[in-house]
């Protein structure tokens, strides 16, 4: 596995995403933290490093999403996808 990033997918990333997280949608301003580019799908689940695969995210949301795909829906014991910035809504 590789996780290098050039420097020219990072900045059509942050382009893309103008400077806010595509989770929470909070922009980078005046924020003490700057924002991560980030595997949508983890290359530890053959995740690529492609620029449909990264997003930008905070330092919470990428954190609270760590490497999952998904989980258990407790109501009805179904695997669900997590939240995906662009495909979901």
Do not use: W
């Not at 620029?51 to 109501?75: A, M, P, Q, T």
Request: hydrophobic share 30%; proline share 1%.
């Amino acid at each position: 596995m590789s996780s290098y990033i050039s420097a020219e997918l990072r900045r059509q990333v942050r382009e893309r995403a103008k400077n806010c997280c595509e989770y929470c949608r909070l922009n980078e301003a005046g924020n003490y933290l700057t924002r991560e580019v980030n595997h949508i799908i983890s290359e530890n689940h053959r995740g690529e490093i492609t620029l449909d695969n990264l997003c930008l995210s905070c330092f919470d949301c990428n954190r609270y999403k760590g490497s999952h795909v998904g989980s258990i829906d407790l109501e009805t014991d179904l695997f669900v996808s997590l939240f995906h910035p662009r495909k979901m809504h």
